[in-house]
């Protein structure tokens, strides 16, 4: 008994222990991004702790009640920004109503919608429940905020780098959405999305205001922020494309969809790379700025300053591909490790949250996509 007693401590002894921050030894992931594994397998500090390929149930459990998390706290997201759009429409309605009793609804509802008050109270929406969602998100995840600002190696060429990228990104998925509106001519691709033609001086302030301040880093705390940070737990890999496609789906319409859907792998790939958010609230903020430069100039009808705009958008598209080969070069998104497969997608899709979640966004894109009354 005391010579197997003592094999045994000799085995234990040489099994090495297990970094909690890269528990699946996966060499193509950013380690100092991950978060402590003992929160999933909390005897993984122990001597001799091995993971087994099969997770257990308290295991699968316990990566489940993240997905959880991230699912619930979109919902409730979703939900806060619908009612409380809803609401304020209807005392805006009410109020006009009131005023111009001649007007009929159609019209109201045209004015309501390109108006500064309701643009305003909009972006003021979104502004809070973007905050509060990723604050108390990050405290049920246990996400310290602090830790999506741990920025790493990250200088201006490499940001000129990455804002070109994302250029040549925004113009590829014009193309896309271009190519599939010709396929496909009764689809509505951009439902949804505000008329920027008809809207006035202050609208379009508000707009602007909203899109090229508030936007890029509100919905980049909560889309890159916390539900890339939590989704991310078992896999890296899993994490950029479940937000991304989340957060593209958040967009309601094919147009942005493709956008978001590209740029958001993009911009979680190099938040991971340099363990912090600076990078993709840059990216998001170029990106928002030139959309709103450009829709100015297309209202405006300058046609010196939008054909400057397209000679400028060519350009960076030339000059994104460049950009991309040297940066893929040398930058691979991370791959999955064969442990990590059986604990993401496999697990996710056993989360209720995050299927609601995916359901109800895809139902939300399909009813705009198909233009239902």
Known sequence: MNEIYSDSAVKIQHVPPINPLNPFNNPTENEKYNSDYADIVPQISIPGCEIPFEPSKPEKKRIRRYFNIAGSWLLIHFAAINILAFLSFAIIKL????????????????YISSSA????????????????????????????????????????????????????????SSLIALAIQYLCPDLNLISNALDTQNMTSRAYIAFAVYSCIIAPITEELLYRGFVLKTCSRVSQRF????????????????????????????MAHIDIKHNSLIPSICVHFCVNTLSTVAGFFLNNDSKTALFVLGIFEIGMFITGIVMLIFFRRKNKLPFTMPHQKIRGGSVA?????????????????????????
């Open 95 to 110: 109020a006009l109503s009131k005023n111009a009793s001649d007007a009929d609804l159609p019209s109201i509802y045209n």
């Open 117 to 172: 008050i309701y643009l305003g109270m909009t972006g003021l929406i979104f502004l809070v429940c973007n905050l509060l969602t990723f604050f108390f998100g990050c405290k049920t995840a246990k996400i310290k905020i602090s830790s999506l600002f741990q920025t790493e190696s990250i200088r201006l060429p490499k940001m000129l780098q990455y804002i070109s990228i994302a250029f040549m990104l925004q113009y590829l």
């Open 239 to 266: 994490g950029i494309f479940i937000s991304a496609v989340l957060f593209g789906l958040a967009h309601g319409n094919v147009t942005q969809f493709i956008l978001a859907f590209l740029i958001g792998v993009f």
């Open 349 to 373: 899709v056993t989360s209720w949250a995050i299927i609601v979640c995916f359901v109800l966004f895809l139902l939300q894109f399909t009813v705009n996509l198909f233009n239902f009354s």
